[in-house]
């Protein structure tokens, strides 16, 4: 197999996403890697010139319901099972 991804591309990759690999890792993905891209030359190589294009892979069309207004909750209904609220507001602990 021809080398299309070198060791040192996966490492560069790995370094950009915070990664660290053992040798053994790099060398698996770096065979992965080649793997993957040969297979899409194997894809590249397809004569797919008399293929309809499809822009729908499943029959389904839109599924989105319309949207229908209904009645709303008010504010005391809606926290009246709150663990916590402030006011007309839930209240929830800090992210950051």
């Given at each position: 197999?021809?080398?299309?991804?070198?060791?040192?591309?996966?490492?560069?990759?790995?370094?950009?996403?915070?990664?660290?690999l053992t040798?053994?890792?790099?060398e698996e993905?770096?065979?992965?890697?080649?793997?993957?891209?040969?297979?899409?030359?194997?894809?590249?190589?397809?004569?797919?010139?008399?293929?309809p294009l499809?822009?729908?892979?499943?029959?389904?069309?839109?599924?989105?319901?319309?949207?229908?207004?209904?009645?709303?909750?008010?504010?005391?209904?809606?926290?009246?099972?709150?663990?916590?609220?402030?006011?007309?507001?839930?209240?929830?602990?800090?992210?950051?």
């Amino acid at each position: 197999m021809s080398e299309l991804i070198s060791k040192d591309v996966v490492l560069h990759v790995a370094w950009l996403a915070r990664i660290f690999l053992t040798d053994e890792q790099v060398e698996e993905m770096t065979k992965q890697f080649n793997e993957i891209l040969l297979y899409f030359r194997k894809l590249d190589a397809v004569d797919t010139s008399n293929v309809p294009l499809e822009l729908y892979v499943t029959p389904l069309k839109n599924i989105a319901r319309d949207d229908i207004v209904g009645v709303s909750l008010n504010p005391d209904e809606a926290l009246k099972n709150a663990p916590k609220r402030e006011g007309r507001y839930f209240k929830a602990p800090k992210m950051m």
